[in-house]
């Protein structure tokens, strides 16, 4: 089991490009989350997915989007990537959303120039 | 809306010191608890939780938590922190009966001195 994978683990993108971030994971789950994390400000969550087919915005939305592309994968994506984007990014599983154990991934680290 | 408040942003010990990190939500209702954990260059996982029953629980690598329903309150403790216990600590709550969305604390950020 390799648990909750991300690809990549670094990016480097000017102002105004776009990226996909991938998150799959391996343990049926089926809730899966996108959080973003700052020095200082702990984690904030983006969007989720209770389940397949399912999505929600999170605290800090704005400027990004994703997808539930399956039961396993949940992408999240930067349309037009600015500089106050520059973080680490976690994607997270759990069960269910109601119980809430999460397993995070390995994180991307971004760098928006 | 509802919140979660760690006061502790940086804490430094010395190996074998006591530790208790606090934390505080606001929410009236029922909740879940967690405390998760960040060691240097890894990712968030599961240090402990609470969903019910005993209010004293205790997670892995030594360390435990009291759930107090009247001060909204889940401090985590260990009696005698190790080199190896410097990461980042962040508490989360899931108020239920809500939207159920998880809310993390802005983290305490742990060094131990050898």
């Known amino acids: 089991n390799a648990g909750v994978t991300q690809t990549p683990k670094f990016q480097v993108l000017k102002t105004g490009q776009s990226m996909t971030l991938q998150c799959a994971q391996d343990?049926?789950?089926?809730?899966m989350y996108w959080y973003r994390q700052d020095p200082g400000m702990g984690l904030r969550l983006i969007y989720y997915?209770?389940?397949?087919?399912?999505?929600d915005k999170g605290e800090v939305p704005n400027g990004y989007n994703v997808s539930r592309l399956n039961k396993r994968e949940f992408s999240l994506r930067l349309e037009s990537a600015a500089p106050s984007q520059t973080s680490v990014y976690f994607c997270?599983?759990?069960?269910?959303?109601?119980?809430?154990?999460?397993?995070f991934g390995p994180g991307t680290r971004l760098l928006v120039l | 809306a509802q919140s979660v408040s760690q006061h502790n942003h940086h804490v430094i010990l010395s190996e074998a010191a006591s530790l208790e990190l606090g934390c505080n939500y606001s929410?009236?209702?029922?909740?879940?608890l967690f405390w998760y954990v960040q060691y240097p260059g890894q990712h968030l996982q599961l240090l402990l939780k609470?969903?019910?029953?005993?209010?004293l629980v205790k997670g892995i690598k030594g360390f435990e938590a009291e759930f107090i329903k009247s001060k909204f309150s889940f401090n985590l403790r260990k009696p005698s922190v190790q080199w190896s216990d410097t990461a980042e600590y962040f508490c989360?709550?899931?108020?239920?009966?809500?939207?159920?969305?998880?809310?993390f604390g802005k983290g305490t950020r742990l060094h131990i001195l050898p």
């Open positions: 929410y009236g209702g029922t909740v879940n």
């Open positions: 609470y969903f019910s029953g005993d209010p």
């Open positions: 343990m049926n789950h089926n809730s």
């Open positions: 997915s209770a389940s397949e087919g399912t999505t």
């Open positions: 997270a599983s759990s069960e269910a959303r109601a119980e809430e154990t999460q397993y």
């Open positions: 989360a709550v899931i108020p239920l009966g809500r939207d159920d969305k998880i809310i």
